[in-house]
C-alpha cells in the first residue's frame, strides 16, 4: 500500500476532493488543492483532479499545474497542457509550454504544438520558431502513418493553422472520402472557405449539411458562431438557441448563446441562460464571472453579492474577488 506523503494529515479522500471540486461546493479549490499536492495518486487520480482546476484558478494553482507539466507521466504532462488551454492567458500559456515543444515524448511535444498553434507571434515570442518546426514535425508525422480520417483531419486543422491553405483542403478531401459523413471535417472545410474569402460558398455547404443533419446539434452552433463571425448576431442567435434546444445539457453552447444575445442588448435573455448554466454547473466560473459582469450592467449589485460570496466559498484567492466590485 503506497505512503501517504502529503505534508499534512488530509480530512477528505481522493474521491471527496474530486466530487466538491466537480460539483463547486465550498472549500472546493482548497481540497482539490491539497490532493493535487499528493506524491502518491496514481497518474489516472491526477489526470482527474487537473480537468477541474481551470474552475479554481490563483497563484496555487498556477505551480500545481507547473508541477504537472515536469511530471515524470506523459499522459499527466499532456493532461496539463490541456488544463493550461483553459486556466492562463495565450502569452502566459507560450512561457508554460514553449519548453515542452522540446519535450523527450513525440506525444508531448505535439500536445504542446496543438495547444499553441493559435497563437499570435508576439505572444508566441522566443517560441515562434520552435513552434514552426514542432509543427512541420507534426505533419510529417501524421503523413507517414496509415491514412484515416481522423489523421487526415488532423493534418488539415495543422495546415490551416500554419496558413497553408492547399494541402489543408487536399488532406480534407481525403478525410471525406474516407468518411464521407464527418461533420467535423465538413465544418473544417467551412473554415477553409472562410480563408480564402468565399463566403457564400461555406453558407451553401452549411445548407447543405443541415439538410442532411438536421438534429445535430454541433452543426447549428457551428453555423450560430459562423453567423455571430459574419456580423448577423439576429440570425445566429437562432442557430445558437437550436443547438442548445437539441443539446440541453451543452453548457458551452449555452453560454456562446448568452454572448449572442448580450451583443443583440437581449441584456434579461442573456443573463437566463447564464443563471441556467451557474445552477446546472455551480463551478463552472467562466459562466458566474461573465453572469456578475451582466448584473454588474444591469445594476442588480445584490445578485453580485451572491454570486460572488458563493465564489469566495468555492475558491477565496479567485482573481475576481481581488477586483471587487
Known amino acids: 500500500m503506497p505512503i501517504q506523503t502529503a505534508p499534512v494529515k488530509l480530512s477528505h479522500t ?23 499536492a499528493r506524491t502518491d495518486l496514481s497518474d489516472t487520480q491526477r489526470i482527474s483532479l487537473l480537468a477541474e482546476l481551470s474552475d479554481y484558478p490563483s497563484p496555487q494553482a498556477l505551480k500545481l499545474l507547473d508541477a504537472a507539466l515536469s511530471n515524470p507521466s506523459a499522459q499527466v504532462r499532456e493532461a496539463a497542457i490541456d488544463v493550461s488551454v483553459r486556466l492562463v492567458s495565450n502569452s502566459q500559456r507560450s512561457l508554460l509550454l514553449g519548453p515542452l515543444l522540446d519535450d523527450a515524448e513525440q506525444s508531448v511535444r505535439f500536445r504542446a504544438t496543438s495547444a499553441l498553434l493559435g497563437l499570435s507571434p508576439d505572444e508566441l515570442g522566443l517560441y515562434f520558431a520552435v513552434l514552426q518546426q514542432s509543427a512541420e514535425a507534426f505533419q510529417e508525422s501524421l503523413k507517414s502513418q496509415p491514412q484515416s480520417a481522423q489523421n487526415q483531419l488532423q493534418l488539415a486543422r495543422l495546415y490551416l493553422q500554419t496558413g497553408d491553405l492547399e494541402p489543408a483542403l ?31 460558398q461555406a453558407r451553401g455547404l452549411f445548407a447543405q449539411l443541415l439538410e442532411h443533419n438536421p438534429g445535430s446539434s454541433m452543426l447549428q452552433h457551428a453555423l450560430g458562431m459562423w453567423l455571430l463571425n459574419h456580423g448577423q448576431a439576429e440570425f445566429a442567435v437562432l442557430s445558437l438557441a437550436k443547438a442548445t434546444e437539441l443539446a440541453p445539457d451543452n453548457n458551452d453552447y449555452r453560454y456562446d448563446l448568452a454572448v449572442a444575445l448580450h451583443s443583440l442588448n437581449e441584456l434579461e435573455a442573456a443573463q437566463r441562460q447564464l443563471t441556467q448554466i451557474v445552477q446546472n454547473q455551480p463551478a463552472n466560473r467562466k459562466a458566474r464571472v461573465l453572469l456578475i459582469q451582466y448584473w454588474k450592467e444591469n445594476g442588480q449589485l445584490q445578485n453580485v453579492q451572491i454570486l460572488l460570496a458563493e465564489l469566495e466559498q468555492q475558491n477565496p484567492d479567485d482573481p475576481v474577488l481581488q477586483q471587487g466590485l
Open 14 to 36: 481522493y474521491a471527496q476532493a474530486l466530487e466538491q471540486a466537480h460539483d463547486g461546493k465550498p472549500g472546493a479549490a482548497r481540497v482539490l488543492y491539497q490532493q493535487l
Open 170 to 200: 487536399t488532406a480534407l478531401q481525403r478525410a471525406t472520402a474516407l468518411d464521407p459523413g464527418n461533420i467535423e471535417a465538413a465544418l473544417a472545410h467551412i473554415e477553409l472557405l472562410d480563408r480564402k474569402g468565399q463566403a457564400e
